[in-house]
């Protein structure tokens, strides 16, 4: 799987979180740029990309993202295993 | 109450109860929520619109998820975080529901589970189904 193809993935995931059907996610994207990005919908983020991808996080991992290439970078890593 | 811990949860892990549906509750929810559409208060009207009897306010019914999952799965240390219903059938006074849950997916770094409920009648028949986000918060 691309990078392309994650970051789309991810885009249509935030869309249904944040039912929000025209957002647009960039690598750059975090709780600063997207305004209902709160701790309980970061929640469902995780969740909804784990299902989604098959992955799973640990606590650790994700504390230590700062946006969503970061997030990205990690997926890949996972996915390649 | 059902106490599970994060712990003690996995996917497959399931619940159920079963309640009875009847005017007190019908009027408790009316003087609760001001909702007094005819359809919920007035038998004649939902006669006349097609229905056996006046139906039972379907946030009343779904009132039993929060019981499912604040008693039953995960029980004490519940924390409801998100809740998505579709409602399939009409339910009346009188009718048997059973309420089921069944754990889906778990969160591991979040201590967030994923849980599929159901509402059946006495009939077997789904009136709603809806999927559930808990949080289990710490012993």
């Known amino acids: ?81 | 109450m059902n106490d599970y811990g994060f712990s003690d949860i996995y996917v497959g892990l399931e619940e159920s109860f079963v309640t009875t549906i009847d005017d007190s509750m019908m009027k408790n929810f009316l003087d609760i929520s001001g909702d007094n559409n005819p359809l919920h208060v007035n038998a004649d009207y939902a006669k006349d619109k097609g229905f056996s009897d006046k139906v039972v306010y379907g946030l009343l019914t779904s009132s039993f998820y929060s019981t499912l999952v604040g008693v039953y799965l995960p029980g004490k240390y519940c924390l409801l975080q998100g809740l998505n219903i579709q409602f399939s059938k009409p339910v009346f006074c009188g009718d048997t529901l059973k309420i089921i849950g069944k754990v889906s997916y778990i969160n591991e770094a979040y201590k967030q589970i994923e849980i599929k409920a159901r509402i059946l009648n006495q009939k077997d028949q789904k009136v709603s189904r809806a999927t559930i986000k808990v949080g289990v918060m710490d012993e």
Do not use: P, Y
């Not at chain 1, 799987?1 to 994207?29: A, C, K, P, W």
């Not at chain 1, 209902?36 to 650790?60: K, Q, Y």
């Open chain 1, 1 to 81: 799987m691309t990078r392309e193809e994650i970051l789309n993935g991810v885009q249509e995931i935030f869309r249904d979180v944040f039912d929000e059907e025209d957002l647009i996610v960039e690598e750059s994207s975090n709780s600063d740029t997207i305004e209902d990005w709160d701790s309980l919908n970061h929640i469902n983020l995780v969740s909804a990309i784990e299902m989604e991808f098959g992955i799973r996080f640990a606590l650790g991992e994700l504390t230590a993202l700062k946006n969503v290439g970061d997030m990205i970078d990690l997926m890949l890593k996972k996915l390649a295993k």
